[in-house]
């Protein structure tokens, strides 16, 4: 089953502008981590916030959890053709059977 | 550093066939995860291995599908007999250890006619 539900499905932007994806799910969780998706390179992890936190940073990723209301953000600034792709939002849970759960993405187009 | 790596990268059968996939994870890494991606949603976890040894495989339809993990290091999923639905992308992926960062390798792109 899918924890975690993207929003919006589908994103198109200009280059340089800035994209912000959001993620909801429904248990409680250990961490949350964003992946990204293209026929490029696969799917590749990009940064992962623990259930602790509030704000990460990495280069021009920015993420935000609240888990009083179960969603996270992913915001990308200035943003590139080369960040088209497919935007993941997985949900860490469990102890000794710890495991991941992916959402059904958002597809972000980033057009020159 | 290599990568997991994944074979085939493409396999066309019929139904009631049965196709197997092999991955070989990034060295020293003790957990190896398979994933199904059906067009237009997220992975889906199959399997997970902690070294030879199956932590998770509760989403695994276990009528069909098998997977093992000899030795601790490569692994093979089958599947037997495939049906229509079987249609995906198969992605492997192995980390450190339980928890750590999950790498990914380029997948298998399977159709059942």
């Known amino acids: 089953s899918q924890q975690g539900e993207e929003d919006p499905q589908a994103l198109s932007i200009q280059e340089g502008e800035n994209a912000t994806m959001n993620c909801s799910y429904k248990?409680?969780?250990?961490?949350l981590q964003w992946y990204r998706q293209n026929s490029g390179r696969g799917l590749v992890h990009l940064i992962l916030i623990r259930s602790n936190e509030r704000e990460k940073h990495s280069g021009r990723l920015r993420v935000t959890l609240d888990t009083s209301k179960k969603s996270s953000s992913l915001l990308i600034t200035a943003s590139r053709a080369a960040d088209t792709a497919s935007y993941f939002c997985?949900?860490?849970?469990?102890?000794?059977?710890?495991?991941?759960?992916f959402g059904k993405g958002t597809l972000l187009t980033v057009n020159p | 550093e290599a990568g997991v790596a994944q074979s085939p990268r493409y396999k066309i059968i019929e139904k009631r066939q049965s196709v197997a996939f092999w991955c070989n994870p990034i060295s020293g890494h003790a957990t190896l995860y398979w994933y199904q991606q059906i067009l237009g949603q997220g992975p889906k976890l199959l399997i997970q291995f902690q070294n030879n040894g199956v932590v998770d495989d509760s989403q695994l339809p276990k009528d069909r599908f098998s997977a093992e993990r000899l030795k601790g290091v490569d692994s093979t999923l089958k599947i037997q007999p495939a049906k229509l639905e079987d249609s995906a992308v198969y992605l492997c992926a192995s980390s450190l250890q339980l928890g750590d960062t999950q790498y990914f390798g380029p997948g298998t792109r399977l159709t059942v006619l």
């Open positions: 997985a949900t860490a849970s469990g102890g000794s059977n710890y495991k991941l759960t």
């Open positions: 248990t409680s969780i250990n961490n």
